[in-house]
């Protein structure tokens, strides 16, 4: 039985955790929306009412032109890149003697039994997992340690109570028959000039260095105003958050979050039990959430504020023609594409506000292009 909420995992705590930007413009005025809000309010369509406010008094917003940002490359970048070569080369070693260990790489049959009976799910042929990685219950991974290739052997396991993939399961006591059918382990390849030229298009350790060197140099670059604006949203300072503003981004957040649960465990699955399985309580979720939530709807406000210093205003014309590049990009109809906006983003943020404040961001980045300096060529 897979330890299937590893992926969802990995995937919902980097994103918790990301202080980066939002694509969603929810402030009313950018969609002829009038009126204030005393407090958070939710429309007949689900979006969120954002009260009325002004971004450069509620902000006090950092020096935005001239931003330095430093391109310069590591040595511990270039050695990040040297690693990831090797990883993606690593060769396939066979094992046909000795016991399988943490790391190995085992193909196994296994039947599970719950009181004798076999259950739904719990056998499988030709599987392969990669020991000592969480892939099947903690309990049966340690019960195939120790095992040799064309054993066969009863494994007791206790199902993690609670246990997201399956939760008829939680709790519960059972016994695998598992086969160990082969075992293999992974083989880093030695970083030599043989290894550049065979494998890349270079043909000496120096000249791949020379030449990461350099792509990392413009992939930093290209990123450099992405950097300057983040830069620019670390040093200012949000006096008063529009609590509006904050709860939109904070409910598409966890509507993304919820659908990205439910579609990969299906409908029944409960929000909360998968959440304990992860290894995180209902109360960090949310304060993670709202840690989120905060610093997306205070890029928000970063941008406002820059566009309207400097006037950077969209024009509708342009915007629908940046609306139809994305679309066609997407490969999709503008209706499939609002669609499927809203099945993994809900509705708390609007479908146009959500395209004009991703062209707004644009055009900012644009002027920070323009004004930031480089350091580090």
Not at 244 to 262: G, P, V
Request: proline letters at 1%; aromatic letters at 8%.
């Amino acid at each position: 039985m897979k330890k299937q909420y590893t992926v969802i995992a990995l995937a919902l705590s980097a994103t918790l955790v990301l202080t980066g930007c939002s694509w969603s413009d929810i402030r009313a005025k950018f969609v002829g929306q009038n009126g204030t809000a005393s407090s958070v309010t939710v429309s007949e369509d689900g979006s969120v009412v954002i009260e009325d406010y002004d971004a450069n008094k509620v902000l006090t917003l950092a020096d935005y032109k001239g931003v330095e940002v430093d391109v310069s490359v590591t040595d511990e970048e270039i050695q990040e890149e040297i690693d990831s070569l090797l990883d993606a080369n690593k060769e396939t070693e066979e094992i046909k003697k000795g016991k399988a260990k943490n790391g190995y790489v085992v193909n196994i049959d296994f039947v599970g039994k719950i009181d004798g009976k076999e259950f739904d799910g719990g056998s499988g042929e030709g599987q392969s997992l990669t020991l000592g990685e969480g892939q099947f219950i903690e309990d049966l991974e340690n019960g195939i340690v120790g095992m040799k290739v064309g054993e066969t052997k009863d494994i007791d396991v206790t199902f993690p109570d609670p246990y997201a993939a399956n939760q008829e399961l939680s709790g519960k006591a059972a016994v695998f028959t598992v086969t160990l059918n082969s075992m293999s382990k992974e083989k880093t390849p030695e970083f030599t000039d043989a290894f550049v030229k065979k494998k890349t298009s270079y043909k000496s350790i120096k000249e791949y260095k020379s030449a990461t060197k350099k792509d990392l140099i413009e992939q930093k670059k290209s990123n450099a105003a992405s950097t300057a604006l983040q830069t620019v949203m670390d040093n200012s300072t949000v006096n008063e958050m529009p609590e509006s503003l904050k709860e939109a981004q904070k409910k598409q957040m966890d509507h993304y979050y919820r659908y990205s649960i439910t579609s990969y465990y299906g409908e029944d699955a409960d929000f909360d039990t998968i959440l304990g399985g992860m290894g995180m309580t209902k109360e960090q979720y949310e304060t993670q959430l709202d840690s989120s939530a905060e610093s997306s709807a205070k890029i928000i406000l970063v941008v406002e504020a820059i566009a309207d210093k400097e006037n950077i205003t969209v024009d509708e014309t342009e915007l629908q023609e940046y609306l139809d590049t994305t679309v066609s990009q997407a490969g999709a109809s503008m209706d499939e594409y609002k669609s499927q906006y809203e099945t993994y983003y809900g509705e708390a943020i609007p479908f146009d506000s959500f395209t004009r404040t991703s062209f707004l961001y644009d055009k900012v980045l644009e002027f920070m292009q323009d004004t930031l300096v480089l350091k580090g060529e």
